[in-house]
T-cell receptor, first 111, second 110 residues
Framework: EAAVTQSPRNKVAVTGGKVTLSCNQTNNHNNMYWYRQDTGHGLRLIHYSYGAGSTEKGDIPDGYKASRPSQENFSLILELATPSQTSVYFC??????????FGPGTRLTVL | QEKVQQSPESLIVPEGAMSSLNCTFSNSASQSIWWYQQHPGKGPEALISIFSNGNKKEGRLTVYLNRASLHVSLHIRDSQPSDSAVYLCAVNNYAQGLTFGLGTRVSVFP
């Protein structure tokens, strides 16, 4: 069964601090995605990747960086966290045009 | 940029009834249209997708797509309390992942 895991599940950070959210998939999918989910905005795409070593900007990339060091791992990095980045973050993996499998989410609070 | 709108925002139905959800999108050349289900505190899970005009049925789910009117609908027959969740319509636009609507919250009461 497809499996996407995220860590940490909950995170409290301070404004201006660095935050790294991690995602691991055992599906052997080439594509991985980072979304954030906010009331009134729904799920929005931040960054995505076609494979190890590649990262692409999604619809709302400002303030975020991404890293794909291997087929299995995809990280989202907030170099200077701000309160506006308080949200629930979801990682997903999937083949092109096919079903995306989502992780359980990370709840991030920036104080 | 693709825009996806869903209606109604919320739906309350009795157990055994049909739940009908609507979604409109902005790009007739979009790839597949997906419906995801999301329970509180969980990630979305794919239910069904459609690419071609017409309808597709899987179990209690039926989805209808009309690309000319940029409209897709999801119908859940014989709704159960376990179907209570938020349903997200998502459009797959080439390689850039999914564009989601805000969702319809469905509540099924016994």
């Amino acid at each position: 069964e497809a499996a996407v895991t995220q860590s940490p599940r909950n995170k409290v950070a301070v404004t201006g601090g660095k935050v790294t959210l991690s995602c691991n998939q055992t599906n052997n999918h080439n594509n991985m995605y980072w979304y954030r989910q906010d009331t009134g905005h729904g799920l929005r795409l931040i960054h995505y990747s076609y494979g190890a070593g590649s990262t692409e900007k999604g619809d709302i990339p400002d303030g975020y960086k991404a890293s794909r060091p291997s087929q299995e791992n995809f990280s989202l990095i907030l170099e200077l966290a701000t309160p506006s980045q308080t949200s629930v973050y979801f990682c997903a993996s999937g083949d092109l045009y096919a079903e995306q499998f989502f992780g359980p989410g990370t709840r991030l609070t920036v104080l | 940029q693709e825009k996806v709108q869903q209606s109604p925002e919320s739906l309350i139905v009795p157990e055994g009834a049909m739940s009908s959800l609507n979604c409109t999108f902005s790009n007739s050349a979009s790839q597949s249209i997906w419906w995801y289900q999301q329970h509180p505190g969980k990630g979305p899970e794919a239910l069904i997708s459609i690419f071609s005009n017409g309808n597709k049925k899987e179990g209690r789910l039926t989805v209808y797509l009309n690309r000319a009117s940029l409209h897709v609908s999801l119908h859940i027959r014989d709704s159960q309390p376990s179907d209570s969740a938020v349903y997200l319509c998502a459009v797959n636009n080439y390689a850039q992942g999914l564009t989601f609507g805000l969702g319809t919250r469905v509540s099924v009461f016994p």
